[in-house]
């Protein structure tokens, strides 16, 4: 028997904790046995490539994007480059205190608070929380190089090359060409983007987002190798360069859409102009004043300030485009549109006489006038329109008013001739505009003047117009001479004037006119198919041609002040709508007279007469269109109608 036969027996318990401990430690060892097995064979291979996808860093290399020119090669966007300081919020350090002294030490370098950046930073995550944030553009070589050689300081900070879209002329033509921007995270949830990444730029508005897909280039990659802290050893793996966008080639002529600019600019009032071909829909020119800069959207960020003030109505909401969207009544140069509805349906024969005695009894004590009280006497068609007789138009809208439904012949013309619709402008954001109806204005007021209506005793239309009756044939008499709840733009009026030149075809305008690859071959023409056709009687044609030729070049004529004398001849019509703010200027011009191939249309808000201001806005662009030298043009005087 050994020394220990006399001690007493181990207690239960403690075997029992011994098995436990000893149990427990076995199951330790094999879920350790487990899962190193797990990594070293299940997953060995994984794990081994990302080890070594961890030396190779890929940087995109961004595409630039196409350039937009004008008919004549001049360029109206092109690209320049920059050097931005970036951060990249996925690489930013996780605490707190290393990231505030990160800011500190940016803020340092490029002239920032680190209030500032971290604002910056939550902007930008709302529009995008995985893209890249800019905090500034341009920033100097000496920041760059100081950046470089401390690289392992600033983690997440980056200095990347950008293309910036540049603007040689300017604000020209800012309206139509739009601005590009950063893809925004709704964008990048659209299957047309879904090839994009955060950073990259697309078309936001305009030219720019139109044709977006043919401007944005492809960005290219180059994979580096990097040593354990993320800098790059010096070594080029692979490199794809990237592949630039496809110029654009606009039907702009960018002299005609700086007379026009420069012409209502010089004026000091809201307005719109368009130029445009009557057979192909080709767009020489197309503006709104005032306008804006459009490289205040080429920085990283515009500032809500800035943004508030541009759509201000104090300012004259220069972002606002009243060539496509501003609606208005249209005055007088809506006379043409009477003329064939009532020689259509049979209301006006082609050479009845009417006597216009200077007043037009609507009854119920209403009497209607001429402007400046003129009386012309017994006048025809022609003569009617070169003297813009309103008596002669509101005995054409009271013969054809129809109190119920669409309308009458007025109505259906207008819209066959393509009012109160968009005109299908490759650029898109226009609006529809409104031709009055007696459905519309009759619905309108059985409606609102329910006892569930929230406009009180007042009526309320669309648009926020209010009215308190019903239709009534003032309403027909009105539109007549487009007054009343017209509401009609100039590319609008543009298209309907040059279906009455080309003798019926409603072309659909467009500014797009060739698309291009960086070496200048073109890859696809752009030339849409009319939109519609109408017949116009060749005789109603003519006459009211001709009524419009007298109105511009003939003594007597509404704008001959203006154009008498002109060396081209050309048809013309004023108009002057009468509209809450003041009187609406209009002109629409058709030329050469005797082959018509452009029209011009010019608007201006509280411009007063046709002739005395939209009028020779009109001139300017014609000057240009049609290659006058105005200082060998003889001017007349005359003390004929205006309007």
């Known amino acids: 028997m050994g020394p220990d036969w006399r001690r007493p027996p181990q207690p239960s318990q403690f075997a029992f904790r011994a098995a436990v401990l000893g149990g427990v430690g076995l199951l330790a060892f094999a879920i350790i046995f487990l899962r190193l097995w797990y990594l070293q064979v299940l997953s060995g291979d994984e794990y081994v490539a990302k080890a070594q996808n961890n030396q190779v860093r890929e940087f995109t290399v961004q595409a630039p994007r196409g350039e937009v020119v004008d008919r004549h090669g001049e360029v109206l966007v092109d690209n320049r480059t920059a050097l931005e300081l970036q951060v990249k919020t996925t690489d930013l350090p996780q605490s707190k205190v290393r990231r505030q002294r990160l800011f500190e030490r940016v803020g ?33 070589y000496d920041t760059v190089y100081y950046l470089r050689e401390n690289q392992s300081r600033f983690p997440g900070i980056t200095v990347e090359r950008v293309y910036v879209r540049h603007y040689p002329q300017g604000s020209l033509a800012a309206h139509l060409l739009g601005y590009a921007g950063e893809v925004d995270s709704t964008q990048l949830d659209d299957p047309q983007y879904e090839a994009l990444q955060p950073g990259d730029q697309v078309g936001k508005d305009g030219v ?15 994979k580096v190798q990097v040593d354990a802290a993320g800098q790059p050893t010096g070594g080029q793996l692979s490199s794809r360069e990237p592949r630039t966008g496809n110029d654009l080639v606009l039907t702009i002529d960018d002299a005609v859409q700086r007379a026009g600019e420069q012409g209502i600019a010089s004026i000091g009032l809201p307005g719109g102009f368009v130029a445009m071909n009557i057979h192909n829909g080709q767009l020489y020119g197309l503006g709104s004043s005032p306008s804006y800069d459009p490289s205040l959207f080429a920085k990283p960020r515009i500032s ?29 140069t809506f006379k043409p549109i009477t003329a064939l509805a009532a020689l259509d349906s049979g209301k006006l024969g082609l050479n009845e006489i009417i006597n216009d005695t200077g007043d037009f009894d609507l009854g119920d004590g209403q009497v209607l006038h001429n402007a400046g009280d003129a009386v012309n006497g017994p006048i025809d068609l022609r003569q009617a329109l070169k003297v813009s007789s309103d008596i002669f138009f509101y ?6 008013n129809v109190d119920s439904g669409d309308g009458g012949p007025i109505q259906q013309w207008s819209r066959a001739l393509g009012l109160g619709e968009p005109t299908g402008l490759d650029v898109a954001g226009e609006g529809t505009g409104r031709v009055p109806t007696p459905q519309q204005r009759n619905s309108a007021f059985k409606a609102n003047t329910s006892p569930d209506s929230a406009c009180g005793e007042e009526v309320c239309l669309e648009k926020g117009e209010v009215t308190d009756r019903a239709w009534s044939l003032g309403d027909n008499v009105n539109l007549a001479v487009g007054q009343g709840d017209l509401q009609a733009d100039p590319l609008q ?21 060739r698309v291009t690859d960086p070496q200048g071959r073109t890859i696809q023409e752009i030339d849409p198919a009319v939109r519609d056709h109408v017949d116009i009687d060749p005789a109603a044609q003519r006459t009211i041609l001709d009524g419009l030729h007298g109105a511009a070049m003939e003594p007597g004529g509404t704008s001959y002040p203006v154009f008498g004398g002109y060396p081209v001849d050309i048809a013309g019509k004023t108009g002057t709508a009468e509209t809450a703010q003041g009187d609406q200027s209009w002109y629409m011009a058709v030329a050469p007279y005797d082959n018509p191939k452009y029209v011009v249309a010019v608007t201006v808000e509280r411009g ?5 201001t939209a009028a020779p806005v009109a001139r300017l662009i014609l000057d240009q269109l049609l290659q006058v030298d105005e200082s060998k043009v003889e001017q007349v005087s005359s003390d004929g109608p205006v309007e």
């Open 395 to 400: 005995t054409l809208g009271a013969r054809t």
């Open 493 to 513: 009026m543009a298209v309907v004037y040059a279906a009455i030149a080309n003798g019926g075809d409603v072309v659909r305008p467009h500014v797009g006119m």
């Open 304 to 332: 809500p300030a800035t943004y508030k003030a541009l759509n201000s109505k104090a300012n004259g909401a220069p972002l606002f485009d009243r060539a496509t969207n501003g609606f208005y009544p249209t005055g007088s």
């Open 108 to 140: 340092d370098v490029a002239h920032l608070r680190p209030a500032q950046i971290r604002n910056k930073i939550r902007a930008e995550e709302k529009e995008c929380a995985a893209c890249p944030v800019v905090l500034r553009r341009d920033v100097p």
């Open 208 to 222: 720019e987002a139109a044709y977006d897909s043919l401007l944005r280039g492809t960005n290219g990659e180059s």
């Open 608 to 612: 007063g007469f046709g002739a005395d």
